[in-house]
């Protein structure tokens, strides 16, 4: 028999007010086990709804969602069993200690007092949480509540992790460390759902990806597929001088896959080219032959910012945007 | 499952929300102290601004007016602790920790009763801190050791009741500030428009009408007779009744609030 899929969600959709708001409006996404499937999209997109749907939490107004082959909507209780949670927004108790907050989730999950504590410790530790491990959440900075949130949805050694845009508002460094727990997760075998609205984020930990938008999928698949869709990779040089345009332009013909574009400043020219530094090889090779020393000479690959740009119109945050709009977002 | 698994762990998840929730007060003590400041001015205020103008003997039941007063403001305050149940569950609610309870494999009921449950032992300390003011203020328990627990039994049986009917407002309405509100429209007709504070008698006769047959008015009655030995027509009884029956609707309506999963 075929592994069910991690997760599942057919055709679901979820309208507000009546209709008018469709916070989702006919979405399928399928995810394999032990991967991680990111869903990138911008603001409102529908990417919380989505999680929520499928940790329980809410439920749709068409269509089905599955975690595991277990219909959510049937048996939410089994679901429960074997997801863990970090949602948008960290939720932990201020008053209680970090060591409290992920040992109180243990015992939710009805693990005895001495494994709760067991696992307790050994997720603080993970989480570089031990030496903050006995103070009250209230001194914790922001970084450190997310990882708390995080830890207290591990206590259940969930198969399914949903994380809803963990690294927003966290600083690079901080970031990087969480991608490490979360590749470190996978490779427990655990499947991860990941929200996010960094493009460098899903192309650096997803192995597949959905955009979605306006609450509807508008292209999916890995972040090399995204990108391929934009027409791979581009051979970018300067020439010194004007009169040596025609030259180059010559020289390289045989290994453009297009007609190559010329800037504004008549300098510098664009080769849309089949095979990467292959290719890049080959255009420093016919340029040397001509006897042209361009002025600066580079490879280009789309970023996944392009991908994103082409397929809905709008530009992604970079980090520096999302964060400072995290904070002015402030809690819900 | 088993049956009797799941009712062990329907009492574990309660015991562990109901711990996570005193730990609250213990770590903030100011809110139970705040939370006693306010009857313990009524009660200051109330004994000596009406005390002079109502006056102590035989007219007021009870001999002084602190004895009658102290069971009418105790009422007053295990009503509004009671409410306080939803405010807490509005905040939690407000910063995500409902959901992530409810992502969790736990017992439906297991938030709210711990809420609810850890309320009442609020409610029991700031009864106890009133009844030591009360004493310093002359107030006496006139009718045996037995009928004193009783009373305290039987306001703390109403402010659990109330808390419940505060858990369905506060899942309802999700934001502590409207809860707050609401808390205190219920609060503040019930208790002025009862036997809490001065007799009904004295009330214009359709006030009287409604000040009669409310349960604030039933508890005030019942906490005086077991701490009074005033007789009350059966008031222990009504005011038992009144709390199992808002118990027996406001239970299952708050756990279907908890449970729905609309928004
Ligand atoms: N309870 C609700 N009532 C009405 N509209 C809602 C409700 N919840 C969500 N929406 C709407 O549904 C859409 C999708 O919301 P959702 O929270 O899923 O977006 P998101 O992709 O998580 O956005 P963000 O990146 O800002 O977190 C939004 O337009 C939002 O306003
Ligand atoms: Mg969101």
Redesign the pocket.
Known sequence: MKKPYAFEVKDVA?Y??GGK????DGVTLQAEQGKIFGLL????????????MLSTLLSPTRGTAKVLGIDVDKEPNKVREIIGLAG?YAAVDEFLTGRENIYMSGRLYHLGHAEAKKRTADILERLQLTDAADRQVKTYSGGMRRRLDLGASLIGQPKILFL??PTTGLDPRTRLDLWNIIRDLVAGGTTILL?T?YLEEADELADHIAV?DH?KVIAEGTSDQLKARLGGDVVEFQLAHKRDLATALKAVASHAKKEPTIDEDGLTITVPVKDGSRSLMAVVGALNTAKIIPTSLSLHRPSLDDVFLALTGKKTQTSEDAASSASK?GKK | MSMSKQIRNEISDTVVITRRNLYRYIRLPQLVFFSSIQPIMFLTLFNFVFGGAIGNGTAIPGGKYINYLLPGILAQTMLFGGLQTGIGLAEDMGKGIIDRFRSLPMSRSAVMAGRTLSDMVRNLTVAGIMLTVGTLLGFRFQNGFINAIGMIGILLLFSFAFSWVAAFLGMSVGDAETAQLASFVIVFPLTFASAAFVPIQTMPSWLQVFARNQPVTHLVQAARELALGVPSNGAIWKSAVWSLAILSIFVPLAIARYRSRA?
Do not use: F, S
């Open positions: 979820k507000y007010d708001v469709k916070a989702l999209g911008p603001n409102g997109a529908g990417k919380t709804t989505i999680v929520r948008q809803d845009e929200t609205q979605i609450g977002k | 928004v």
